[in-house]
Nanobody, 125 residues
Framework: QVQLVESGGGLVQAGGSLRLSCVAS????????MSWFRQAPGKEREFVAG????????YYADSVKGRFTISRDNAKNTVFLQMNSLKPEDTAVYYC??????????????????WGQGTQVTVSS
């Protein structure tokens, strides 16, 4: 069983930055693909970014490409999402997800077996 705990959300002005963290329990973290999704009120959960187990491959949604960076530290069982140049439309609950499959670029929620509880990100205009 894998447990994921996100942190780092908050309120920020447009143009600002936030860094989200997700700590995973268990010994399988270094073999897992990791990702970040987000869900705004009244909208479906959407893929934001994914990273391979080794950290050498990453994939981003077009809406965040060039502004967000996903990274991981396997020694600390942690994945990060650095968010720069934030916009009001980035406001959402952000979820960390993991998978033992090679799905680091999959936007399908069904491909991700474990989820965190989410952290709120609010960007004011």
């Amino acid at each position: 069983q894998v447990q994921l705990v996100e942190s780092g959300g908050g309120l920020v002005q447009a143009g600002g930055s936030l860094r989200l963290s997700c700590v995973a329990s268990g010994r399988t973290f270094s073999r897992m693909s990791m990702s970040w999704f987000r869900q705004a009120p009244g909208k479906e959960r959407e893929f934001v970014a994914g990273i391979s187990w080794s950290g050498t491959s990453t994939y981003y949604a077009d809406s965040v490409k060039g502004r967000f960076t996903i990274s991981r530290d396997n020694a600390k069982n942690t994945v990060f999402l650095q968010m720069n140049s934030l916009k009001p439309e980035d406001t959402a609950v952000y979820y960390c997800a993991s998978s033992l499959g090679h799905y680091y670029s999959s936007p399908r929620t069904n491909d991700w077996g474990y989820w965190g509880q989410g952290t709120q990100v609010t960007v004011s205009s």
